[in-house]
């Protein structure tokens, strides 16, 4: 398993490299631009940020655009309760996860779990 996300990070970091960064970046605005009401764009977005460039801010700034237009994003709450603790912004934190532990919850029990 080990070897399999080294070599699928390694493979991301070769294409990053191949393209460039702010080309990336580019392609993904330009989803946004022509879609900005689908969340998985601000994702990635917020993602390409945190990995490549460690800018916490914008990754911010685009999982709370993510949860904006899917307030039920598993993976943008986590991220976002995550980031809160790490600025020591311990009640903001908390309160995401408590929301993902209550949305997580509440999926299992309905059976919406997705």
Known sequence: MGECLHS?????????????????????????????EYPGSYELLASY???????????????????????????????LGVIMISERNFRSGIKYLILLYLILNMSILTGCLT
Do not use: T
């Open 49 to 79: 940020y945190m990995l490549y460039y460690s800018d916490m801010d914008k990754e911010k700034e685009n999982l709370e655009k993510v949860i904006q237009l899917d307030p039920n994003n598993y993976y943008a709450i986590f991220r």
């Open 8 to 36: 699928i990070r390694f493979y991301n970091q070769a294409e990053f490299e191949i393209i460039g960064s702010d080309s990336i970046i580019n392609l993904i605005n330009e989803a946004v631009r022509l879609n900005p």
